[in-house]
């Protein structure tokens, strides 16, 4: 069984799979379809080993298996496919003494194995690595090692100090962000990034923050008689006051504590806190607390409980949620030219639809994809089959600039943007009867997101107002979510289990998330980022795609961490 994660020019929408919705098992892909799972189904039907897609051999007698093939980043010599299954390697990885096809085959014939020397494919923006691999160029000398040569931690890093635009680690690491600084996670690897934090520092955790120098002592050294503080701030002169408050309050035997400032707490444990207009320890909802669980969460007392919807397990951290077995995720996007696929895990890649014009959107309905194509003249909504067979233009017809699309799994109903005529409308599957449903005041609509579950939608407007709005899925009870601190709001995504909005800023090359109803706005990567477009989510990784590297890369959908390039491309989202 597989999940599907939609990445029209990044809309990773998963086929509802966010909202727990996965599709029965069947053979829908062209490989599962007509041939084999290690085989590459040509246009005309024929069946050729999956090695020789993309290898600059012609092996399908109409040249399908060699159209196209910048966009799959295996080219010789600097990439090598492995020969008896789909998964491609680094050149760097040929032949250094280490088996990393399953076969063993990238380590055969190596006697007179050499990388020859051409000029690097990568953009301006990204830097070449040693074997030719191509990665963001703010990635270079940052302390971690992207390149699978290491050749970006090793060229001309001399001055890491002075390029360090984030923390700078005790071992000479960068943390591009300031957010992964006392956020419990060792990201420098020699601890330095969790040193001196105060976020624990709480009466909850039995810790007192000292009032001058911002230092934490224990709470039984306050009104111990030392000066613990270096300040005197745990020894104030409240601390000569009778413990007589202790009486008015419902704290458990021997846990009430006078504080320096006179004023008596309970000591709760974790898990609870002091609520002083009750007088007591009140439980905390750690449901509460961002990114705590993978999925769902469930508040209990003094504790929380971690769960996953359907298809996914709960791993023994008991917080993250995995696919369980005989279960992949796959990724459906669009270059300029074609609507393509990617399995997650085994990075098998194939085209639902090519030779195409000017896509954009891309959406999934269970067993139909759909695009967008707003090439002058010939703007048009066309589905057709996971394997690009039974294509059909649902829509030509009152079109001037289609965008971003989404479906309604519980109708079948069509919602798209258009730019060119400022509104967000839906039509009926068969394209047959439309209706705009949003679009007073709106400048240049682009991204849109559905919650078929409670019938809402949400919607980006990135012009002179720029916005993040909702409304019913029939148009009705607009509201304005987001406008401060926002300027071209591409792309969002919805993840339902978590309850959260994500849109990507293009202007501000930041990604930001929030709650359905506007609040607990959280910045989740910024700085790194070039020109994104569209973003998705799939359990705990987002995807974007973006057009000044051409390419879609991912991070953890909490931290913004470890980030990785999934595909890349000279024609990617190009407009």
């Known amino acids: ?38 085989e590459f189904q040509c246009e005309n039907g024929a069946c050729i080993p999956a090695a020789g897609h993309c290898n600059d051999i012609q092996d399908c007698a109409d040249g399908s298996d060699e159209s196209g093939c910048d966009y799959f980043l295996c080219r010789a010599p600097f990439w090598y496919r492995c ?56 990635l270079v000398c940052d302390g971690v090692q992207h390149c699978l040569d290491g050749s970006d931690e090793t060229i001309g890093c001399i001055d ?40 624990e520092c709480t009466l909850e955790h039995g810790k007192y ?25 745990d020894e104030g002169p409240g601390c000569k006051v009778p413990a007589d408050g202790c009486k008015a309050l419902h704290c458990a035997p021997q846990t009430c504590k006078v504080l320096p400032d006179g004023k008596p707490v309970c000591l709760c444990g974790v898990g609870f806190r002091f609520e002083p207009s009750a007088g007591r320890c009140v439980d905390v909802n750690e449901c509460d607390r961002y990114g705590l669980c993978s999925q769902g969460c469930i508040n209990t007392p003094g504790s929380f409980r971690c769960t996953c919807i ?8 008991g917080r993250t949620c995995e696919l369980s077995s005989g279960t992949e995720a796959l990724m459906l996007y669009t270059t300029q030219k074609a609507v393509g696929a990617m399995y997650l895990t085994s990075l098998h890649q194939y085209y639902v639809a090519k030779e195409l014009s000017q896509v954009i959107g891309v959406a999934y309905d269970g067993s139909h994809v759909y695009w967008t194509d707003i090439s002058h003249k010939t703007e048009s909504i066309e589905r057709s089959l996971e394997d690009g067979s039974d294509r059909v233009q649902l829509l030509t017809a009152g079109l001037i600039s289609p965008e971003d699309i989404a479906l309604d799994w519980l109708t079948g109903n069509i919602y798209f943007s258009d730019s060119g005529q400022m509104h967000i409308a839906v039509c009926s599957s068969d394209g047959y009867h439309c209706r705009a449903i949003v679009q007073d005041e709106l400048h240049k609509p682009r991204g849109i ?24 899925m029939d148009g009705t009870e607009q509201q304005v979510v987001v406008s401060d601190g926002i300027h071209w709001p591409n792309g969002l995504t919805l993840d339902w289990p978590n309850q959260r909005l994500y849109w990507i800023d293009a202007k501000l090359k930041r990604i930001e998330s929030m709650h359905f109803d506007g609040t607990d706005r959280v910045v989740v990567l910024d700085d790194v980022l070039k020109h994104p477009f569209s973003i998705a989510v799939f359990n705990d990784r987002l995807y974007w795609s973006d057009w000044d590297t051409k390419s879609i890369q991912s991070c953890d959908k909490f931290t913004g961490k470890m980030r990785q390039t999934l595909v890349h491309d000279r024609m990617i989202f190009g407009r």
């Not at 071992?171 to 992964?180: A, R």
């Open 1 to 38: 069984m597989r999940l599907v994660v939609l990445v029209a020019t990044v809309v990773l929408l998963g086929a509802n799979v966010s909202a727990g919705k996965v599709e029965s098992e069947k053979k829908s892909t062209v490989a599962s379809k007509s041939c084999g799972a290690h």
């Open 160 to 199: 890491i100090a002075g390029k360090c635009k984030g923390f700078l680690c005790r071992n000479k690491h960068c943390l591009h962000s300031h957010h992964w600084v006392c956020d419990g996670l060792d990201d420098c690897g020699d601890g330095s990034d969790e040193e001196h934090c105060l976020s």
């Open 209 to 233: 923050e000292c009032a001058n120098n911002h230092t934490c002592v224990d709470v039984t050294q306050v009104c111990n008689g030392a000066d613990d503080c270096g300040d005197g701030s």
């Open 449 to 472: 997101a559905l919650l078929p579950q409670n019938g809402t939608l949400f919607y980006s407007d990135w012009g002179n107002n720029a916005m993040i709005g909702r409304a019913r």
């Open 310 to 317: 359907d298809q996914f397990h709960l791993m023994r951290d």
């Open 83 to 138: 020969r008896h299954e789909s998964t491609c390697i680094s050149g760097s990885s040929r032949c250094d003494g280490q088996r990393d096809c399953l076969g063993g085959d990238d380590e055969e014939n190596c006697d007179n194995y050499e990388v020859p020397h051409r000029a690097p494919l990568c953009s301006k923006a990204e830097f070449t690595c040693t074997d030719r691999a191509c990665i963001p160029d703010d």
